[in-house]
C-alpha cells in the first residue's frame, strides 16, 4: 500500500476505530450486494461484460463495444430454446452429420447465437466442408467467439462458445481452406440466420451504450459508488488527462504524468441518464470543492475533472456544474474541472473492483465504505436488485 494512501494521523487512526466500531463493514455488504455469495455464482457470472462486435439499428456492425454477460439457469434456458437447441447450446451436444438446416443455406447475411444472439460468422466465410456440419473460415469478429480446450472422449480438441453467453456452438480445426487455413465446425442448432437486408433486426443494446470518464480522487472509491447503480454496465479504474500516452500507478500517484485516477463508465443511457451520473458523481463519489485532492490525499492525480469525449458531453456537463453553482448547494466554489478526453489507460488488475475484493483494507473502510453506504441511503431506488 503506497504512503499517500495510509491513514498515519492520531486524527486517522481514530476515525478507523470509529468506523470499525460503528460496523460499516457490515453495512457494506449489505449496501453493495451479496458479495459473501460470490462464490456460489457460475464462474462466467463473475467477469461481467465482455468486449464484442454487434449490430446497430441501422443494420451497421459495429464495436467493439462493452456488452454484459448473459447467465441464466437451466430452467431459464430451457424456457426460451427448443429441446435440441438446449442439448446442443447448453449441454455441449452434436446434431447428426447431414441434418442441420442451415448446411445448405446459401443465402447472405449473418449466422448469430441462438441463444442470444450475438453475431458470430458472415455468409462470406461460409464453405462447403464435406463433413456434415455448416463450416466457416473466420468469425465475424475474434471476440465473438470463445475458443476453449476440450479434453472429451479421450483426445484434445478446441471447443467453441458464444463469448457472451457461453452456449457450445462446436469446435475448430486447423484443415480449413485460405487464407486462414481454419475450418469452425458449428451446428445448426447453434444458430440463427438472419438475411443481409434484415440485419437491423439483430440490433443489439449494447450498440447504444455510452460511457463518461470522471476523476473524482481515489478510482477506489469512485468505482465503488458506480458499480451498484443500475443501468452501469462496467466500471474501469485506469488514468486520464496525462502528457504522455501510457501511465501506471507508480508514475501517476508520485505525479510524474499529471494524469489524473479515473474511472470509465460504461452504462445505458435508457436505464440511467448522463445527467443522473453526474448528480451521483458530485453528491456521492466525492467533494468536488476541493481543489487537486480529496481528503488525505493530495495533488493533481487526485483532482476533480469530468473528461468530455464530444461537444455533446461537454455542453452537458457545462450545464450541469452551472445548475449546481446556482443552486448554492455547496457553500464553496466547484473546483471540478472539463478536460477533453484525449486517451484512456486501464489501471493494473489489482486496482480494478478493489473496494468489493478488498473490504477490509483499512481505506477502504475509513473513505470508501461511507460512500456506498450514502448511496444507499440516498439513492436506493437507482441500486440493482
Given at each position: 500500500m503506497k504512503p499517500i494512501r495510509i491513514l498515519t494521523t492520531i486524527a486517522g487512526l481514530a476515525l478507523i476505530v470509529f468506523l470499525v466500531q460503528a460496523g460499516l463493514r457490515q453495512g457494506w455488504f449489505d449496501s453493495y450486494g451479496a458479495f459473501a455469495e460470490e462464490s456460489s455464482m457460475p464462474e462466467n457470472a463473475k467477469?461481467?461484460?465482455?468486449?464484442?462486435?454487434?449490430?446497430?439499428?441501422?443494420?451497421?456492425?459495429?464495436?467493439?463495444v462493452k456488452s454484459s454477460k448473459v447467465v441464466k439457469t437451466d430452467e431459464e434456458w430451457m424456457e426460451l430454446l427448443t429441446p435440441e437447441q438446449f442439448k446442443i447450446?447448453?449441454?455441449?451436444?452434436?446434431?447428426?452429420?447431414?441434418?442441420?438446416?442451415?448446411?445448405?443455406?446459401?443465402?447472405?447475411?449473418?449466422?448469430?447465437?441462438?441463444?442470444?444472439?450475438?453475431?458470430?460468422?458472415?455468409?462470406d466465410a461460409k464453405f462447403n466442408s464435406g463433413t456434415g456440419w455448416p463450416s466457416f473460415f473466420q468469425t465475424i469478429s475474434p471476440g465473438n467467439v470463445a475458443e476453449l480446450v476440450d479434453n472429451s472422449y479421450g483426445m484434445t480438441r478446441t471447443e467453441i462458445e458464444c463469448a457472451r453467453c457461453n452456449s457450445h456452438l462446436g469446435h475448430v480445426f486447423d484443415d480449413g481452406p485460405a487464407p486462414t487455413g481454419m475450418r469452425h465446425c458449428l451446428n445448426s442448432e447453434s444458430l440463427i440466420f438472419t438475411e443481409s437486408d434484415k440485419l437491423a433486426e439483430l440490433a443489439?443494446?449494447?450498440?447504444?451504450?455510452?460511457?463518461?470518464?470522471?476523476?473524482?480522487?481515489?478510482?477506489?472509491?469512485?468505482?465503488?459508488?458506480?458499480?451498484?447503480?443500475?443501468?452501469?454496465?462496467?466500471?474501469?479504474?485506469?488514468?486520464?488527462?496525462?502528457?504522455?500516452?501510457s501511465a501506471s500507478y507508480y508514475e501517476v500517484s508520485a505525479g510524474q504524468t499529471k494524469h489524473a485516477?479515473?474511472?470509465?463508465?460504461?452504462?445505458?443511457?435508457?436505464?440511467?441518464?448522463?445527467?443522473?451520473?453526474?448528480?451521483?458523481?458530485?453528491?456521492?463519489?466525492?467533494?468536488?470543492?476541493?481543489?487537486?485532492?480529496?481528503?488525505n490525499d493530495v495533488g493533481t492525480q487526485y483532482r476533480s475533472a469530468i473528461f468530455y469525449a464530444d461537444d455533446e458531453q461537454k455542453q452537458a456537463a457545462e450545464a450541469y456544474i452551472k445548475q449546481l453553482?446556482?443552486?448554492?448547494?455547496?457553500?464553496?466554489?466547484?473546483?471540478?474541472?472539463?478536460?477533453?478526453?484525449?486517451?484512456?489507460?486501464?489501471?493494473?488488475?489489482?486496482h480494478q473492483d478493489f473496494v468489493r475484493l478488498n473490504p477490509d483494507q483499512p481505506y477502504v473502510r475509513a473513505v470508501a465504505l461511507p460512500k456506498v453506504k450514502k448511496l444507499k441511503k440516498d439513492y436506493g431506488e437507482l441500486l440493482k436488485d
Open positions: 467477469s461481467g461484460v465482455v468486449q464484442v462486435h454487434v449490430f446497430n439499428k441501422d443494420g451497421e456492425l459495429v464495436g467493439p447450446l447448453r449441454k455441449e451436444g452434436t446434431e447428426r452429420a447431414f441434418c442441420g438446416t442451415l448446411l445448405d443455406n446459401k443465402k447472405e447475411g449473418v449466422y448469430a447465437c441462438a441463444a442470444c444472439k450475438l453475431p458470430l460468422y458472415t455468409s443489439d443494446p449494447a450498440s447504444e451504450l455510452a460511457t463518461l470518464v470522471l476523476a473524482g480522487g481515489c478510482f477506489w472509491c469512485t468505482e465503488a459508488v458506480f458499480e451498484p447503480v443500475e443501468g452501469v454496465v462496467d466500471v474501469v479504474s485506469g488514468y486520464a488527462g496525462g502528457l504522455k500516452d485516477e479515473v474511472i470509465q463508465i460504461t452504462y445505458d443511457p435508457n436505464t440511467v441518464s448522463f445527467d443522473k451520473l453526474l448528480e451521483l458523481f458530485f453528491h456521492v463519489a466525492h467533494d468536488p470543492t476541493q481543489l487537486n485532492r480529496q481528503g453553482e446556482e443552486s448554492g448547494k455547496f457553500d464553496k466554489p466547484i473546483a471540478t474541472i472539463l478536460e477533453p478526453l484525449t486517451g484512456f489507460y486501464t489501471a493494473e488488475q489489482d
